[in-house]
């Protein structure tokens, strides 16, 4: 995800992090090019002209605008689903740090270096696990294991073991087994249970929806289309405005070109919002929130520093 103040009007023009230019850059030149080419040779394809004038492109045009903010729409609608799922993840941890520290009666104060021996550490800590195991699910990230320093050591051999897809389900089924064990061990009254395993069913939930907007791409019948129309529409441009346009006809198409591919590309990369792209969900930073909320809600004098955007990029 790109943090950063907006700049002035200015040097809009001149940013290129966190824009589609990178992505599009290529195809770009080569629409370019060619209407540079037709330009120089007046529409004219081995002594024939191309006969094709601006009507069809007025014809096409529109639609073709249309239908891209559509999926663009449809695109950002899954970003900011994933935005508001990730969310509900930090209220799910918070509240269950909560619910542990106040509704689960032992004694002892609470220590938050004592994960083995106190089972409301334990539980609080597995929150940040969970969205770690979360993260790596999302992005397939095999051998990432930063939920290694929130479980015990037994706890992290049996799930490292695990395929990603059952490592969130495994660590709410830890957390699940320790909230029955409270109840046998008279601990925490029944009918407070409910409440804590409401949190549960809400954090699988929110996981079970983001795996859902991860696995059911935007048709894929229906971006082919758009993208080839696009080019298409893109790479005849030139055929059609180079009498009207003359000399100014690749600039007029590069600009053309510029809003239709990096449309197309736009809609590409923020249909799967969770990945490591640069206009994606900053779920590491979102993690790491988390653990900052777990850490000081259990008064942890050592409580991790927030992550910071690198060259306007925060991942």
């Given at each position: ?16 992090r ?59 609608s ?29 004694d002892?104060?609470?220590d ?13 800590h ?14 397939g ?41 409270c ?11 409910v409440?804590v ?47 009207l346009?003359?000399?100014m ?21 923020i249909e ?30 050592q ?13």
């Amino acid at each position: 995800m790109i943090v950063r103040d907006r700049p002035s009007s200015f040097r809009l023009f001149w940013i290129v992090r966190g824009s589609v230019l990178q992505r599009i850059r290529g195809v770009l030149a080569v629409n370019i090019v060619l209407a540079i080419i037709v330009t120089v040779a007046h529409g004219t394809l081995f002594h024939t002209k191309i006969p094709i004038t601006p009507i069809p492109f007025t014809l096409i045009g529109l639609p073709l605008a249309i239908f891209l903010g559509f999926r663009n729409n449809t695109a950002y609608s899954r970003y900011w689903e994933g935005r508001k799922l990730w969310g509900e993840v930090v209220i799910y941890a918070r509240t269950l740090s909560r619910q542990c520290q106040s509704l689960i009666q032992i004694d002892a104060p609470i220590d938050p270096r004592q994960r083995d021996s106190d089972v409301r550490v334990r539980m609080v800590h597995r929150a940040a696990a969970f969205a770690h195991a979360l993260r790596a699910q999302l992005r397939g990230l095999k051998d990432d294991t930063a939920a290694q320093q929130w479980l015990t050591d037994e706890e992290w051999q049996k799930l490292k073991l695990l395929p990603l897809s059952q490592r969130t389900e495994a660590i709410v089924l830890a957390i699940g087994q320790d909230l029955g064990q409270c109840l046998k061990d008279k601990l925490i009254d029944p009918c407070l249970v409910v409440a804590v395993d409401k949190t549960l069913s809400g954090m699988t939930s929110a996981a079970a929806s983001c795996e859902r907007i991860h696995n059911t791409p935007i048709p894929f019948s229906y971006t082919l289309l758009l993208h080839r129309t696009a080019h298409l529409y893109c790479f005849l441009l030139p055929f059609g405005l180079v009498d009207l346009t003359s000399f100014m006809t690749p600039f007029v198409v590069g600009i053309v070109a510029y809003t239709f591919y990096g449309l197309d590309a736009l809609g590409d990369e923020i249909e799967e919002p969770f990945g490591m792209e640069s206009n994606d969900l900053a779920l590491d930073a979102m993690c790491r929130g988390i653990e900052i909320s777990v850490s000081q809600s259990l008064g942890d004098p050592q409580v991790p520093l927030a992550l910071k955007p690198t060259d306007y990029l925060m991942t």
